[in-house]
């Protein structure tokens, strides 16, 4: 299945991440990047850890879904959202139903492009209408300054601050960003 936008002659393509080679051995090679471990994640995976992190997003599911960005018909990034049930971090009182959001480009090449900022308004607009959710959100490492950015370019805001004690026994930060289904604008 392909999600289309175009964008300045260009396109940016969102297909579904599928159970072959090539597919996850793409997401391997870009979780591995120093460059990419370093801000997206709290640590570095191995391909098994990595493999397995995936492994939901391949089989049937109607909330969990991972995506594999095309920029020009090349592979370049991925993006996943999942149902996340209310907690205290939630900008919303109790009926209210949000997604969650991850996003990396995995391709260096094609960052500070706005990829990930319209593949961002792309899936937005695909999880509010499928799936009339009132919310998107994503945590984000305050120090990633790069994503912060482009969440909020997407249309995202910082909701919370928020620190806890990493696996390698740091203090992390990060931030609660939002986006509300009313704010979307297309």
């Known amino acids: 299945m392909y999600i289309r936008r175009k964008r300045?002659?260009?396109s940016i393509d969102l297909r579904l991440l599928e159970d072959t080679e090539n597919d996850i051995n793409l997401v391997i090679r870009w979780l591995t990047k120093p460059e990419i471990y370093n801000t997206f994640l709290?640590?570095?995976?191995?391909?098994?850890?990595?493999r397995e992190r995936y492994d939901k997003f391949l089989k049937p599911s109607l909330y969990e879904k991972a995506y594999i960005i095309e920029y020009d018909r090349t592979p370049v990034g991925i993006v996943e959202?999942?149902?996340?049930?209310?907690?205290?971090?939630?900008?919303?009182?109790e009926g209210n139903t949000m997604f969650g959001i991850k996003i990396l480009i995995g391709e260096t090449d094609y960052w500070d492009n706005g990829i990930a900022s319209a593949a961002l308004n792309i899936i937005c607009k695909k999880v509010f209408q499928?799936?009339?959710?009132?919310y998107v959100v994503a945590n984000i490492m305050k120090t990633n300054v790069t994503a912060v950015h482009c969440f909020k370019r997407a249309g995202f805001?910082?909701?919370?601050?928020?620190?806890?004690?990493?696996?390698?026994?740091?203090?992390?930060?990060y931030l609660f960003?939002?986006?509300k289904h009313y704010d979307l604008l297309f």
């Open 157 to 173: 805001k910082v909701w919370k601050r928020y620190s806890f004690m990493g696996e390698d026994k740091t203090n992390k930060k």
């Open 42 to 50: 709290e640590r570095r995976l191995n391909s098994k850890e990595i």
């Open 130 to 134: 499928e799936y009339g959710v009132d």
């Open 81 to 93: 959202h999942y149902y996340l049930k209310s907690n205290e971090l939630a900008p919303m009182g």
């Open 177 to 179: 960003m939002v986006k």
């Open 8 to 10: 300045d002659f260009e």
